[in-house]
């Protein structure tokens, strides 16, 4: 049996997406992931979008390589990637959150999550803000 792995990354829009086309891409996603088993969650914060994917590890490894070379992306960075022992959204082919800064605000105390700063001085650290609001949402979220 195939080990269980998360990825998550943060990418700028390559074009500004409207809430149509955000509703198509997640229809396209959702039944993507069904038929490759992939559960995570999408958010759309301070313009940018953040997202954490898991499933068994060599699908989630063919994905986040499309996903890098994908068009609708720019500025792509690994937040944070490992092995799971279990599902954080089991039940979630993909779930959706636009966060706003009332929502940073109550997560860092705080609305400045620096995120331009993240694309141009990338570090593999699990302390930077945005990390703080993804998983205070996937904790919120999984079940």
Known sequence: MD???????????????????????LFQIREKNKRLAITG???????????????????????????????????????DSGDLENRQFKNWSMAYKKIGDDQVKAILGHTALNLDDLFLFPKQEKTHPVLKVLYNFTNSLST
């Open 41 to 79: 969650i999408l958010l759309l914060i301070q313009g940018k979008f953040v997202q954490y994917i898991e499933g068994k590890a060599p699908e989630i490894d063919k994905v986040y390589e499309k996903i890098k070379h994908d068009s609708r992306h720019n500025d792509l960075v690994l937040l």
């Open 3 to 25: 080990s269980l792995k998360f990825v998550s990354y943060m990418s700028n829009q390559a074009q500004i997406l409207t809430n149509k086309d955000i509703e198509q891409l």
